[in-house]
């Protein structure tokens, strides 16, 4: 079968590789339909600096989705034909010295009932990342988003009611336009973007932000409120540098909440910023918010289209990390195999 490989930092190609020929009792096997390049992980990966350990050769890619095929004897939560996320290669497969990560950039998958393993008491990966079935009423190209956006969302469920609060996001990523979506639907008085690019800027005022500013430059672009006003600040960017700027405008008792964690330590001008604040890590559980997603989309509520911006067919996987790398993609989809078969 065809896969994405990154054989060692530099060197990442799409070759062919043996596909899974067993399963076990708690597995499925999974036909790709396509991977969703995270723009940050994927790419920290190829150039070698990811935080944590990658071992070499690995199969890349986590947000993927596709059609489960086959089904082990204990699987619970899972049947044949159910489209689901985050299926990818298996981590240390025996079989070809190949490793994973996650290994969703290939034309066949496994995925774990984490579920099933769970009620069982047995050893499990990622509960708060286990693969979730997709409604058959959601179009693939909506489907494609779920993982990103069910981080998101877990993220600000996290937070807490977030009605007439005056929120601040730094960041235009996925990540950032997400959350700024969110906060809208939830009822925030008063959304301001932090970015760099004014494309991005403007897709935020379309998701719901009051004003955006520019970081380049001295003020924001439309009305915000002063220094001092802000319930909320969330770092949805991993620039170390990106509370430098907003945090006087942080009120006091106010909350930073990262989401974006920056490998440098983070710059925290506390002379401008307020007296009493709380920094909190939100780690997010796309599992546990899969269920509110779907209507979201139905109710349109999620405008898939802007948020979408680029699509390629698996063979042109080199160009659309070319393009990333520009800053051209908010999202990009790669489609697996025969596009026609997908849709």
Not at 61 to 89: C, L, M, P
Not at 190 to 202: A, D, F, P, W, Y
Not at 225 to 239: F, L, R, Y
Not at 263 to 269: A, E, F, G, M
Request: aromatic residues 8%; glycine residues 10%; negative net charge.
């Amino acid at each position: 079968m065809k896969a994405f490989v990154v054989y060692s930092p530099g060197d990442a190609r799409v070759t062919e590789i043996d596909r899974p020929q067993v399963i076990g009792p708690y597995e499925v096997l999974v036909k790709m339909e396509l991977c969703v390049i995270c723009n940050t992980t994927d790419r920290m990966i190829i150039s070698g600096q990811f935080p944590y350990p990658i071992k070499y050769p690995a199969v890349l890619g986590h947000e993927s989705v596709g059609g489960v095929i086959e089904t082990g004897a204990k699987v619970r939560s899972f049947k044949t034909g159910d489209r689901i996320t985050r299926a990818g290669y298996r981590p240390d497969d025996p079989q070809t010295n190949m490793h994973a990560a996650w290994g969703g950039f290939a034309e066949y998958g496994i995925a774990e009932d984490v579920r099933a393993l769970r009620e069982d008491g047995l050893p499990h990966g990622y509960a708060a990342q286990a693969p979730q079935v997709i409604p058959p009423d959601i179009p693939l190209r909506d489907a494609a988003l779920f993982i990103s956006l069910g981080e998101t969302l877990s993220f600000c469920s996290q937070l807490g009611d977030l009605q007439d609060k005056r929120v601040m996001i730094t960041g235009t990523g996925i990540a950032g336009l997400a959350i700024a979506r969110f906060a809208w639907l939830g009822g925030a008085k008063e959304i301001i973007v932090i970015g760099r690019r004014e494309s991005r800027l403007n897709l935020a005022q379309q998701l719901g932000a009051a004003c955006v500013w520019n970081d380049s430059d001295a003020a924001f672009r439309g009305r915000a409120s002063g220094k001092g006003t802000v319930d909320i600040i969330i770092e949805a960017s991993g620039n170390s540098d990106a509370l430098v700027k907003p945090l006087s405008y942080l009120k006091d008792q106010g909350v930073v909440a990262m989401y974006g964690v920056s490998d440098q330590p983070y710059k925290l001008p506390l002379a401008t910023s307020p007296a009493d604040f709380t920094i909190r890590r939100v780690a997010p559980n796309e599992a546990e918010v899969m269920g509110d997603l779907a209507p979201l989309f139905r109710e349109g509520k999620i405008p898939a289209s802007l948020l979408v911006t680029h699509e390629w067919c698996f063979d042109q996987i080199d160009e659309a990390f070319r393009q990333i790398a520009r800053g051209d993609v908010v999202k990009g989809i790669v489609w697996i195999g025969d596009r026609s078969e997908t849709m």
